[in-house]
Nanobody, 123 residues
């Protein structure tokens, strides 16, 4: 099992910045990709940004050029720096980690999620 604890959400005016952090504990040796997703009430959870253990990043088109994801593999942390925030960025943000497990029967992935942190951007 992997446990994820997020911090850093809050209220900010449009154009401002916030920094989200996520710390992983438990079976962290299994983690490959980590990332951030966001979800509004009644809607599906959408990808914001991901980063692999090798540092390869992927961003949603809506946040490219404004958000930056980074990772410290030694500390098992992932950070999302959010700049030039817009009201449409308002959501609950969830940290995600993907664990990879292999045995004699094959390999499989397992998703882990944090508890979520609210980000509210006022206009």
């Amino acid at each position: 099992q992997v446990q994820l604890v997020e911090s850093g959400g809050g209220l900010v005016q449009a154009g401002g910045s916030l920094r989200l952090s996520c710390a992983a504990s438990g079976r962290t040796f299994s983690i490959n990709a980590m990332g951030w997703y966001r979800q509004a009430p009644g809607k599906q959870r959408d990808l914001v940004a991901t980063i692999t253990i090798g540092g390869r990043t992927n961003y949603a088109d809506s946040v490219k050029g404004r958000f930056t994801i980074s990772r410290d593999n030694a500390k098992n942390t992932v950070v999302l720096q959010m700049d030039s925030l817009k009201p449409e960025d308002t959501d609950v943000y969830y940290c995600n980690a993907v664990g990879n497990y292999c045995s004699g029967y094959g390999c499989y992935e397992e998703d882990y999620w944090g508890q979520g942190t609210q980000v509210t951007v006022s206009s």
